[in-house]
């Protein structure tokens, strides 16, 4: 009797500390979604109504649901570069709210990964005080608080292509793979900016790919290079709807036209790249094509607090 | 019976932990109390009349006899929202009918507070003279004659909004905004003058970089009474003869965040009870600065009077 009871405290210890050995890791798509950095106030945080005379706290939950920064192959840690972006608060008189922190950096956030299927969480909290209501004679006021968010983000597109250098031989031959009027990319990249679908097109000496890209978050897309100093006050069309496109295939770079920026129209846009096609001899192969857009983007939340002189 | 008892005991425990339960939860805050509403100046801030003046029951009586002393009272409430202190009321009767007892009793001064947290259905005081009837014609069996009572005061009309201002009047930025310029229509705010529309109008500025807010406000007399110049008071409700330029005069005071509107024109003058006035914010606003929200304070200053009379019958 006492023998089994041993060999069952062994057994749960065995469990307890993991030393069973690990079941199949289930494979989670991490580089799904159409969402990068999501922002959302926590509850009542601030309320729908205050009093004046009082400290105001304003806190935003963010979480990076996309798939980018993705950790270091090596270390396992995230690669998170500095200054990754910046909330801006707006929307409010400054008379009436005072000390309120303009604007503040995000957070460094990881994003969804092998580790860490959900992506990186923080919050930021921006705390002011609402001042004296009485000493400029109102009796309410309707602050509508707005967070901005600018940030540099990246998209990883990876699709298989057939390559075939004579598709249209008629030479008998067996082939492991056929190249398709198109290959279409659903539910997004891990990122607010997709690539939709992707064209190929064997010519004489080249092969080239139409990569359609589309904009499918719920915010803006922003030139990287005007991010810190047009975003989000000086938005108009010459800083806005711009990704930087690049990408190899068959150990080749793309060779992109139009250059970068690829200007978004409507939040949709199009580019064709091409690479050298191999040797006629070689019979046709699949290999991957990765897609790289880089792009700033930003997107917005409100909240409206209804402010009370105090009775 | 002893089951009964029990029964009765278990009821009373449950009760008991009921009730305890539902107090918890207030008290945690996890629950809001119905019966709890925040009440702040602005909710006492409705309705259109200032301060309303009635006849108390038989003072003065209607019929009265003559050579006979009688009680003229009236009771003044203040519906409004304002405070108001050195207001006038007098009473005019006719002078070969009746006598006022003290001749300084024509006009008598009050104050009253208007309705508040702290006095949520406003002040009322009751003002009587005592007065007497004097000897009807000898041909005459009977003579009807009247009496007129008269209030004048200062008031105020104040009403916050929450306006928007849109630094971004073409959609130029492609930023979100957190408001729209739109035109807000209003109910009275607990005086006999009335703010019934504001029209919101972000325009250029010679300097490119700013806006200048402007707004167009409509003013409405929507009391029983007439609008006074404030300053008139105690001339209105005496026998100094009255200039038709001290009626349906208005001041106004705008403040848009903690700055003071240029307003045309100043002081306001009704025609047919109305009018409106047009304000801005001649330094600007920068359009750097993203689309916000502010509160827009407009104060109405101005005196207001208003009369009743009541016929009276003096037999012999």
Not at chain 1, 284 to 303: D, F, H, R
Not at chain 2, 60 to 87: C, H, M, R, W
Request: aromatic letters at 8%; charged letters at 20%.
């Amino acid at each position: 009797m006492r023998k089994i009871t041993l060999i069952v405290i062994i057994f749960l210890l065995f469990f307890s500390f993991g030393c069973t050995p690990a079941t199949e890791e289930t494979s989670v798509d991490y580089r799904k979604g159409t969402q990068g950095i999501v922002m959302n106030f926590m509850t009542d945080m601030p309320p729908a109504k205050m009093y004046d005379s009082m400290p105001i706290d304003l806190v935003v939950e963010i979480k990076n649901k996309g798939a980018y920064p993705q950790p270091n192959p090596l270390t396992g840690w995230a690669i998170i570069p500095k200054g990754v972006g910046t909330l801006y608060l707006s929307g409010f008189d400054t008379a009436f709210i005072s000390g309120m922190p303009k604007s503040m950096d995000i957070p460094p956030l990881e994003g969804k990964n092998v580790y860490n299927s959900e992506g990186g969480y923080d919050v930021v909290s921006f705390r002011g005080n609402i001042i004296d209501f009485d000493s400029r004679n109102i009796d309410k006021y309707t602050a509508n608080f707005l967070v901005t968010s600018c940030y540099n983000y990246q998209t990883i597109a990876s699709q298989t292509v057939c390559i075939d250098p004579e598709p249209y031989s008629t030479k008998q031959k067996t082939r492991v793979c056929t190249v398709p009027p198109s290959y279409s990319l659903s539910g997004g990249q891990g990122a607010p900016v997709a690539v939709t679908k992707v064209e190929e097109t064997v010519l004489s000496n080249k092969i080239q790919f139409k990569i359609y890209i589309k904009n499918l978050g719920d915010g803006q897309v922003i030139d990287k290079n005007r991010l810190n100093i047009d975003c989000p006050y000086s938005l108009d069309y010459t800083n806005l709807d711009k990704v930087y496109v690049s990408g190899r295939v068959s150990g080749y770079s793309l060779s992109c036209r139009p250059t970068n920026p690829i200007m978004l129209i409507n939040g949709i846009g199009s580019v064709i790249c091409t690479v050298p096609k191999p040797t006629m001899s070689r019979s046709a192969y699949t290999t991957p094509l990765q897609v790289n857009l880089e792009y700033g983007y930003s997107s917005s939340i409100q909240k409206s607090v209804e402010i009370l002189n105090t009775p | 019976m002893e089951i009964r008892k029990t029964n009765k005991n278990r009821i009373n425990l449950m009760i008991a932990l009921l009730l305890s339960v539902i107090l918890a939860l207030f008290m945690s805050g996890c629950v809001t109390n119905p019966f709890i509403t925040t009440t702040t100046q602005d909710d006492f801030r409705t309705g259109s009349q200032g301060i309303l003046m009635e006849f108390l029951t038989n003072a003065p009586p209607s019929e009265i006899y003559e050579e006979y002393p009688f009680q003229i009272g009236v009771i003044l409430k203040n519906t409004g929202a304002y405070d108001t202190k050195n207001g006038f009321i007098s009473f005019t009767i006719e002078e070969d009918y009746m006598e006022l007892m003290n001749q300084n009793q024509g006009a008598v001064s009050f104050s009253l507070k208007g309705k508040s947290v702290s006095i949520p259905t406003g002040d009322q005081l009751i003002k009587t003279v005592n007065a007497n009837t004097k000897k009807i014609d000898e041909q005459s069996e009977q003579h009807e004659s009247t009496i007129l009572t008269s209030v004048c005061y200062q008031y105020q009309t104040k009403k916050d909004v929450t306006i928007c201002i849109d630094t971004d009047v073409y959609d130029l930025k492609k930023m979100q905004k957190v408001c729209v310029v739109k035109d807000i229509t209003l109910t009275p705010q607990g005086a006999p003058v009335a703010i019934t529309k504001i029209e919101s109008e972000m325009l250029p500025a010679e300097d490119d970089n700013l806006i200048k807010p402007a707004f167009k406000i409509y003013i409405k007399n929507v009391g029983n009474g007439e609008v006074i110049d404030k300053g008139k008071i105690s001339d209105i409700c005496s026998s100094e003869p009255i200039d038709y330029k001290e009626l349906n005069i208005v001041d106004i005071k705008v403040m848009l965040s903690n700055e003071e509107l240029e307003c045309k024109p100043e002081p306001l003058k009704l025609k047919d009870n109305k009018d409106e006035v047009r304000c801005i914010l001649e330094k600007g606003i920068s359009k750097d600065k993203a689309t916000y929200t502010s509160p827009l304070t407009i104060e109405l200053n101005y005196g207001y009077t208003y009369s009743m009379s009541k016929k009276i019958v003096i037999k012999k």
